[in-house]
């Protein structure tokens, strides 16, 4: 586009006009004359909207060849702030260890000189998207210049709430969304739950969305406490097309959230947003950030996404509040945290007894505290599944309670056909659940379906990358499949990443015993047990079984120290029918075996599969355990 030399450039983003030709900023219409540093420093950020200087590059575009230190950049950047960061705006960002960055909806228009028939301004758009509305901007008395036109705006008053956003140019290629844990502004430690209830009630609801994938909450969550993070760079760790990044401020029973959609590939704001309401009707709130961000992200939703979008599972805030606790204790895996989990699950269901997802977190709490070895296995399972069928008559089409009762039936009850049944219904309802993937993958394992089982957690890696469980899930897989360098490869991989997620290395340690790395497979040992928090000490049963020579001194020493274990911790019946096993005593080994499907341990549902057993499938009473446990042969 050819532009004449009485033709200047004016760049719009909130209240403000920066006139470059002028050098001159409006806000709402009144000039402010800014020191020319200054406003060289502006100007420079707005010319490089949504991408990150650094302060070299900022130094030497402002001073060019004059020496300055990075103070005299920081002063100019915090004078500027004090202008135009108002109204809960963020407009100029700190970028960690490297320098800073503008962030607006931002808009440039092309202003020509008046014309002499009707002394109007017009006002030209480059490329301006559909449904753009365009105004004259009249002269305005001084004879100064002024931009009175809406640009890419839709301004709605609705209860006394006005918004703003736009619609990505090309917003089919945003296949996958993370929602950054929303920032409060205020500090408040009563009001952090405030934003989690947020934060959480908006990756629900853009969950439900079957055309793109959102990361969930514990994905997420790891970015809640940092200061200053770069929501870029968060959402290029996440490994999404696009990251939502907000901030909430609460005052006196009012509540303002601003919102924006930034593209982790250039850094550049899609969208942006501000939403106000009132604490006494915070779901309405919830109600349009959900609706707008999905419309940003995924403009032509189904009628059924609407709908779903438009679903409350609770009209309580406290009952939600509750919940949101709930699921924060949850996330944190101890004895002590489930059971902080479930008061709150419960205290949620009795402020709101139709709350169908506070029964489903009650069922997950139940059976990870049995998992855990925190509660009577049965006591807590049976729990679990009265919890997920209570969230089921409340709501059929939940798929998390599908998934929840999935999970009961195929650890607890051995009913495998409705456990298949559950995890393929929750996949219809929520494909993008990766929940419902991994534990689908752990059934696919049990019935020796391992190419379908590693189609299924690597499809749950897709939709939650940093997730420890699910990125150790494959080489849980690979071992039981007797892959075991692929599996090791893969456990290293993770624990690059995730040094400290006990689990993984309990997996290793399998897979270094079927390959007689003993030492190796004792260092996994001790390294779990002191993760999980029980006791490593290097007794002399362990020092034999890592400098074991054989398979038979190697199985010894680690019978030695299981029995030595068992003084002082519920006995690993399973653990002990395995090693009794590869030292091929098998009446011993069925003995344990016995104990354990006694107990209905939740490693029995790996018996057709697990490696150490073997050596006993060719004795007929292990046919009798497959058949009781309901596996085929």
Known sequence: MEVAENTGFVYEFGTFALDPKERTLYSNGVPLHLPAKEFETLVLLVENNGKALSKEEMISAIWQDAFVEEGNLAKQISKLRKIINTNGNQFIETMPKHGYRFSADLRRAIVKAPTESNGELPIVVEDPPTNMALQPAKRRPSGRLWIVGLLAVAILVIGGVSWLFLIPADPQRIRSVAVLPLRNLDRADDRKFLSAGITDSLITRLGSLKSIVVRP???????????????????RTLKVDAVLDASIQESAGRVRINARLLDTATGEQIWSQTFDGFLTNIFDLHDRLAEHVAIAVAPELTSDERRLLAKRFTTNAAAHEAYVKGRYFWNRRTGNDLKEAIKYFTEAIEKDPAYALAYVGLADANVLLADYAAAPVKESYEKARDAAQKALELDEGLAEAHTSLAYVKMYYYWDWAGAENGYRRALELNPNYATAHQWYSEYLTAMGRFD???????????????????????????????????????????????????????????CYDQKGMYSDAITSRQMRRKLAGFDAAETTAVSNAAAATSHEQYWRARLEQELEDIKTEKPATFDLAEIYSQLGDRDKAFEWLEKAVDERLYTVMYLKVAPNLDPLRSDPRFSNFLQRVGLPN
Not at 219 to 235: C, H, K, Y
Not at 484 to 491: K, M, Q, T, V
């Open 217 to 235: 909450i514990g994905s997420v969550r790891s970015f809640q406490n940092e200061d200053g993070v770069d929501a870029v760079a968060a959402g």
């Open 452 to 510: 379908e089982a590693l189609a299924e957690i690597r499809r749950a890696r897709e939709i939650d990358p940093l997730s420890p469980v699910v990125n150790a899930g494959e080489t849980w897989i690979l071992y039981f499949a007797h892959r075991y360098d692929d599996a090791i490869a893969h456990g290293k991989k993770l624990i690059e990443t995730n040094p400290e997620f006990a689990e993984i290395h309990e997996y290793l340690k399998r």
